[in-house]
């Protein structure tokens, strides 16, 4: 068998185990997302109620939390942006990072000082390379997370917005993440988390307006037990929704990969039928000018 | 018999209970409430405790709970738990 021959057999074996790993990739992609658009779908009553509550407080009393009014004190703003661990997601965790970049340069044009978070060892890894400082970074399991992240992101998000301007305390706090809208549909989505903009769910339509609540032990102190569970259960939900977003994006990604692994396999077989053609070609017209040259001697 | 109380019972991931109750009871931070249908609306820190709910069945139905809050209106009740701990059917 021929050079060229060989070479074209060897890429179409590699080329078939690719397929075969990109395939597995897609199944696995496939089997994992109905459980995590049903984790979307279970968290949506608790934070349906919370908003409720919220919203219910914030219609019924005059309360003049700090979580809700807007800081002077400094010009720094917090930004979260959530990507995936792994790559293979086609270009999911490359549109959340730019949609974070847009945010940045609008939030820098308005005279204001950004402080990064990451979430997802993509978005880590793109901050690292570019030297710029992280505040905090959370990676591992981006594609199943659970409550106790989301609590811990909540924690120190808060914590930065409660700080003292001198002590790095932050005005606004950004959500960079990808939402889920259909299976074929995910984009990238920038929320401002603090200082709160309670507005949707307020009015359900069709909805009468909420009941005079009678608030205990205090609106205030209801309040203050209510806010940093909203904001946990907010970051609860862009969490799980980038994880469905991502693993959908991995689903069509991997498609992709198997059905150009297809046409790679063709197009190399193809020219391996013709290499080979064009060898057999040539021993022919080598064999007969051969014996005709013995014939002509 | 006296109007029933619809009830939910929801953690973060999950929802631990749903269904009708005739009386439902809560340890709020100022103390355990009682809640039967008509009270007035209400929303309220809750602390540990147990949050007890009795079926409409007859069934009682109670919950450990670390953290949360209850809010009630028009018969309707949203009990918000921090954490889920097991289901306890006394």
Redesign the interface.
């Known amino acids: 068998m021929g050079g060229q021959q060989r070479e074209y057999r060897q890429r179409i074996r590699s080329t078939q185990s690719l397929k075969k790993i990109f395939r597995a990739m897609e199944l696995i992609a496939a089997s994992r997302i109905a459980k995590s658009r049903s984790r979307v779908a279970a968290a949506a009553p608790y934070s349906q109620a919370i908003t409720r509550a919220i919203s219910a407080v914030a219609t019924h009393s005059t309360v003049e939390h700090p979580l809700t009014t807007e800081r002077e004190d400094t010009s720094k703003v917090a930004m979260l942006v959530i990507t995936a661990d792994r790559g293979m997601a086609g270009a999911y965790s490359a549109n959340a990072i730019r949609e974070a970049e847009r945010l940045r340069r609008k939030l820098e044009e308005a005279g204001k000082e950004v402080v990064q978070y990451a979430a997802g060892r993509r978005a880590v890894s793109y901050y690292k390379f570019r030297h710029r400082e992280l505040a905090g970074t959370w990676t591992g399991g981006s594609d199943s997370p659970v409550h106790a992240t989301a609590n811990e992101m909540a924690r120190a998000l808060f914590k930065a917005f409660t700080a003292s301007a001198d002590d790095g305390g932050v005005a606004e706090i950004h959500i960079v993440f990808t939402h889920f809208t259909s299976m074929v549909s995910q984009e990238p989505r920038v929320i401002r988390m603090l200082p709160l903009e309670i507005v949707e769910g307020v009015a359900e339509p069709g909805d009468e307006v909420p009941p005079l609540y009678d608030f205990e032990p205090s609106p205030e102190e209801v309040l203050d037990a209510l806010l940093p569970r909203y904001i946990e259960s907010r970051i609860y939900s862009c969490l799980l929704q980038a994880a469905a977003s991502e693993l959908a994006s991995r689903q069509r990604a991997m498609n992709t990969a198997t059905s150009n692994a297809e046409d790679i396999i063709r197009q190399y077989t193809r020219l391996a039928n013709s290499a080979r053609q064009a060898e057999i070609t040539q021993e022919i017209s080598e064999i007969v000018s051969g014996a005709d040259a013995l014939a002509a001697s | 018999m006296a109007e029933s109380l619809t009830v939910?019972i929801?953690?973060?991931?999950?929802?631990l209970w749903a269904g009708q109750a005739e009386r439902v009871s809560a340890p709020?931070?100022?103390g355990e409430?009682g809640l039967l249908a008509n009270h007035?609306?209400?929303?309220?820190?809750l602390g540990a405790g147990n949050v007890r709910v009795r079926g409409i069945d007859g069934q009682d139905h109670s919950f450990a709970v670390a953290?949360?809050?209850i809010?009630f209106?028009?018969n309707t009740i949203?009990v918000?738990v921090?954490e889920a701990l097991p289901d306890q059917v006394e």
Request: a negative charge.
């Open positions: 939910d929801v953690a973060p991931d999950s929802v709020t931070v100022e409430i007035e609306p209400i929303l309220s820190v953290g949360g809050f809010s209106d028009h949203t918000v921090d």
